[in-house]
Each structure stands twice: as structure tokens, then as C-alpha cells.
């Protein structure tokens, strides 16, 4: 039955797509065959997400070759959810990008980028599917190169994209190589490269220097992958100078992926009995959670570029998940991975209201948000419920992540964080704000002209925009997968 191959067949079709899309020549005709896959690989994502809730954990074994000495496949609640989240937002933002890039990258580049968009979203599956350590490495790999490419491709329109790009290719480097010799390290002392195999040969090692910078190598670079506070310099620049398209996907997807691998590393791999998981938690990953909260919200209020705003303040959000992962519990695990996935819907909506805004006007500094409440009200309109999303508004997804986050601080009886939390969202208020001051309260620009986006742009926003609402007032199914997720990693599956 096909059912029993959809975990191969889940990275292996956008994989060969990705090859046979430069043989398309037409841009019309890579962008039908990414979309198709695209979709396919959502639909598949979909049934393995209700096979993991029905059955459980689910293995495949590639070549007919035993776990552990050949490469697995393991798909969990845990991963099934981030599978969902990248197909979901690739099939939802590829309507966007072929209206996008067409503005944004010059046409000779466009069939290269649906090539590297392919590889890209090849890799960002993989390295999440994937239940061997190595594979995980090689997956990364090819997410980050295609990665770096298409933010090169924002050239077009700004030279400080190849600065950008080169500064993420630097600093994702040395997060891969770090990450890699975590790995060798776990070899060096297990054996074995299976993730599931780790998590049986670690414990019985107890305290081993070896297995203390195996972990360092690999908590710093998975740090650096997902832009964990203060190792996000390569992400503010990349995500402002990237074409609008990439903002989206990236912003919604590639940090996501790299959060679900700390998880699986720590909860899965090390587990919470490795002897100094404990002081990782309050002592490294605590602290920095809430730093990235305040610091990059705080500096996200002065940013003029609001692509650059909306960069520093996923910084912040991404401390939100790690502030769930540093209590440890399953209401703190189960917060991490709601806000996981909300996250990805807001930001994406947030940047496809701004690509829209870019589309129309070239660029989207404060300057360029000046009256765009009367030139595009349905845009702006989008960019707002996604900014009360943000923030934590309730009836949005924001608001449900935020009440898990805070219920489990006072459930570790730490009362003094929910405050913090509170407080860090009253600074997204503030510069959140700004854009809403400039769009309604100022007058448009002289010779700007009303008219929204074309209606791909527009759709394409309102898509996600509704999924903000909808998961923000029946949160029940994502707060059931969440939460089978948190006790998989915790590992009391249920």
C-alpha cells in the first residue's frame, strides 16, 4: 500500500522535482510543478500527522536496512506537526511567490529559484523526518545552501542582499560544522548514528566529558541555526534583504525546523536524565529566552525597515519557544510547540502583507507605510490582525501560545516569568503601534495612488490572516497534537 512509503515519499518527490524543474526551461512551467509538489507533500503530511495520532510512532527504514545500522525514517507527533507547518506554509505562500518574485528577481533567475526552492524545502523536510543524527546534518546542508541562494537572488533589487547572504552562509556554517562535530562526538563514544539508538546508548555512559561537548557543540549549533539570542546576527539582514517570497518562506519555516531539532536533541537524544540537562535548562537556555524576549523587541521598536522590525521581532518569538523548552514540562513543551506553529502563521501573514506593500510601492520603511490605511485598506487590514496576533490578542493564535507559556510558569511556581511575559508582549504593542500610527493617523505620500496588490498577493495574505483567527478561537486541535508532542519528547507517549 502507498500509505506504508509516505515518509520516503514525503522528501523524495520534492528532491527529484527539484533537478527537473530546471529542465522546465518556462518559469510557468517550475512554478506548476513546485506548486504540485508542494501540495502533494502537504497532503502527505497531512495523513501521516492523523496515522501518528491514530497509531503512534510510526518507522520507516530506507533499502530494506535495520535500525540502527541503516537510515530511519520516525515520524511522531512532535515532528508530524512541523512537517505540517513547512508544506502548509509552502503551499500557501507558492500562489504568492509567482506574483512576488516577478517584481522582486530578474526573469532569467526565476526557473534557478523554483530549483533552489525545491532543495531548500527538500532539506527542511528531510532534516525534520529524518531519525538518523547524520542525515539530519545533510538535510541541513541542503536546506542552508538553496537557502543562501535565494536570499543572493534579493540583489535585484538591493546589493545588501549579498552581503546578507554571505553573512548567513558564514554563521550557518559554523552552526552546521559545530552541530557535526557534536554528532561525530556521540559516535565517537555510542556507535551509532540512529536518534532512537542514541537515546538508548547515552544513559548508561553517566557523566562523560565527551558527552558533555557533544552537547555544547550541538546545543550551540542548532543555537545558531534557529537565531537563539544573542546568535542572530545573521538574521535580521537576511530577512530584510531577501525577496518578500524568501521572507516568507524562510520566516515561517527554517527557524521552526531548527527549534524542533533542539527539541529532539535534548528531550529525545540526551534526555532529561543527562546530568546536566537540568542546569542547560535554568541556567543557558532560561536566561537567554528572556534576553531575546526584551533585547530584540526593545531594538525592534527603533527599526525604520519594517521588514527589518518584523526580523528582530521573530528574534524575540523565537525566545518565547526556548522560554517554553527551559521549563521542561509538559505544559512548557506543549507552549513551545503551540507557539511553533502559531508563530509560523502570523509571521507569515505579517511578511506577505509587507511583500504586498513592496510589491506596490518598492520598498517598506515607515516612510512607505504613510497612509497606506486608505491606498490599501485590505492589506493593512491583514497586517493588523496579524499584528494583534503578535502581540496575543485573544480569538488570535498569539493569545493562545502566550496563555500556555504563562500557565506553564505558574505551574513551575515560577510567577515572577509569567510577568515577564506579559510585559515583553506590551513591547510588541508598541512597535506594532508605529505601523498602525503611520498607516491610519498619517496622510499618504504625495502622488501615491490607491489600488490594492494583485489578488494572488492579497489571497494568498488572507489565507493565512484566517488561519490566525480560526486556530486562534478552536485551538483544540492544535493543543491535542501539541501536547501529545510534549509527552513523546518527555517520553511518557501516551
Excluded at 560544522?177 to 565517537?188: A, D, K, N, P, S
Amino acid at each position: 500500500m502507498i500509505s506504508a512509503h509516505l515518509p520516503i515519499l514525503q522528501v523524495v518527490i520534492p528532491l527529484i522535482a527539484a533537478p527537473l524543474s530546471v529542465f522546465c526551461r518556462r518559469e510557468s512551467l517550475a512554478w506548476l510543478l513546485t506548486f504540485l509538489v508542494s501540495v502533494a507533500a502537504f497532503g502527505i503530511s497531512i495523513a501521516l500527522l492523523r496515522q501518528v495520532m491514530d497509531q503512534g510512532t510510526l518507522s520507516y527504514v530506507l533499502g530494506n536496512w535495520a535500525a540502527p545500522w541503516g537510515i530511519e525514517y520516525r515520524v511522531d507527533a512532535a515532528n508530524a506537526i512541523v512537517l505540517l507547518i513547512i508544506s502548509g506554509i509552502s503551499t500557501a505562500v507558492l500562489p504568492y511567490t509567482r506574483v512576488s518574485i516577478a517584481k522582486e528577481i530578474e526573469p532569467h533567475n526565476h526557473v534557478l529559484f523554483y530549483t533552489c526552492y525545491l532543495l531548500c524545502f527538500t532539506g527542511l523536510l528531510g532534516m525534520v523526518i529524518t531519525g538518523d543524527a547524520f542525515n539530519v546534518f545533510v538535510f541541513l546542508e541542503i536546506s542552508s545552501l538553496a537557502t543562501y541562494v535565494m536570499v543572493a537572488l534579493g540583489a535585484t533589487q538591493d546589493r545588501r542582499a549579498l552581503t546578507a547572504a554571505y553573512t548567513y552562509l558564514i554563521m550557518g556554517t559554523i552552526g552546521a560544522t559545530f552541530f557535526v562535530i557534536g554528532v561525530g562526538l556521540l559516535y565517537m563514544m555510542t556507535g551509532t548514528l540512529n536518534i532512537a539508538d542514541l537515546a538508548q546508548r547515552i544513559p548508561p555512559l553517566g557523566a562523560n566529558r565527551t558527552l558533555e561537548a557533544a552537547f555544547a557543540f550541538i546545543v550551540t549549533g542548532l543555537g545558531l541555526k534557529l537565531a537563539l539570542f544573542p546568535m542572530h546576527l545573521w538574521l535580521p539582514n537576511a530577512y530584510a534583504f531577501a525577496p518578500s517570497a524568501v521572507t516568507v518562506f524562510l520566516a515561517a519555516t527554517a527557524t521552526k525546523a531548527a527549534v524542533y531539532l533542539l527539541l529532539r536533541f535534548l528531550f529525545t537524544v540526551f534526555g532529561t536524565d543527562f546530568h546536566i540537562f537540568g542546569q542547560a535548562l535554568t541556567y543557558l537556555l532560561l536566561p537567554l529566552a528572556i534576553l531575546a524576549m526584551f533585547a530584540a523587541s526593545t531594538v525592534a521598536i527603533f527599526q525604520v525597515d519594517i521588514k527589518r522590525m518584523l526580523a528582530y521581532s521573530s528574534v524575540a518569538q523565537l525566545g518565547y519557544m526556548v522560554l517554553g523548552i527551559s521549563l521542561g514540562t509538559v505544559t512548557g513543551l506543549t507552549a513551545a510547540i503551540l507557539h511553533l506553529f502559531n508563530h509560523a502563521l502570523m509571521k507569515g501573514a505579517l511578511f506577505m502583507a509587507l511583500g504586498a506593500v513592496v510589491y506596490r510601492f518598492g520598498g517598506a520603511s515607515i516612510d512607505h507605510m504613510r497612509g497606506l490605511g486608505q491606498l490599501m485598506p485590505w492589506t493593512m487590514a491583514a497586517f493588523v490582525l496579524g499584528g494583534l496576533s503578535l502581540i496575543g490578542v485573544p480569538l488570535t493564535v498569539g493569545f493562545i501560545s502566550k496563555w500556555y507559556l504563562i500557565a506553564g510558569a505558574l505551574e513551575s511556581g515560577l510567577w515572577p516569568l509569567a510577568v515577564l511575559i506579559v510585559a515583553s508582549s506590551l513591547l510588541a504593542v508598541i512597535y506594532i503601534w508605529r505601523v498602525v500610527e503611520a498607516a491610519y493617523l498619517d496622510e499618504p505620500a504625495a502622488g501615491a495612488t490607491a489600488g490594492e496588490a494583485p489578488a494572488a498577493l492579497l489571497v494568498s495574505t488572507w489565507v493565512l490572516v484566517g488561519a490566525n483567527v480560526y486556530f486562534g478561537i478552536d485551538a483544540g486541535l492544535t493543543t491535542a497534537v501539541a501536547e501529545q508532542a510534549a509527552h513523546v519528547l518527555l517520553g511518557n507517549a501516551r
